[in-house]
């Protein structure tokens, strides 16, 4: 290995180091971590979540959920999917379409203007069913669980992660 390889490589290496212990610190103990399966399916570990920038369920991570309320969340995400898929790729094509403009030699600042706007409208769009979604999750929920919930949140804002 020659000396300009190594040099890069040290570099590389230095400068993963605290990108590592960034990680490691967010990470709970082994024993800390709830389970990650649940008898009723993927909800109760935490959902996988569909595709398409559609809002994951990390917050449900450990709340002992029904198989009814895991049959809702399921029928919720599905519902939701070909509207995100729909929502994402508008927004793609107007951002690459966008990027193809950056770079011709006639600028058309209203075509332009068009593809930001819709653009952005997609991205409201997205914006507005997640929290949509979000609202109809917790509107499944039981007022225990919400409790726990904001039990969590309450203790995340003190920095308190590990606690139980």
Not at 140 to 162: H, M, S, V
Request: glycine share 6%.
């Amino acid at each position: 290995m020659n000396k300009s390889k190594l040099t890069r490589l040290l570099l590389a290496a230095a400068m993963a180091l605290p990108l590592l212990a960034r990680a490691e610190e967010a990470t709970p103990p082994e024993g800390d971590q709830p389970p990650l399966a649940s008898p009723h399916g993927d909800f109760q570990g935490g959902h996988r979540g569909p595709r398409f920038g559609a809002p994951s369920l990390p917050f449900l991570r450990g709340l002992a959920l029904s198989e009814s309320q895991e049959d809702k969340l399921f029928q919720l995400m599905h519902d939701q999917e070909p509207y995100l898929r729909e929502q994402a790729r508008t927004h793609e094509k107007a951002m690459r379409a966008l990027q193809e403009m950056r770079n011709a030699e006639k600028f058309d600042d209203a075509g332009a203007a068009r593809l930001a706007q819709a653009a952005a409208q997609a991205q409201a769009n997205l914006t507005l069913s997640h929290m949509r979604t979000h609202q109809k999750v917790l509107a499944l929920l039981t007022p225990e669980q919400r409790k726990q919930l904001d039990e969590r949140k309450a203790r995340r804002q003190r920095g308190d992660f590990y606690e139980r």
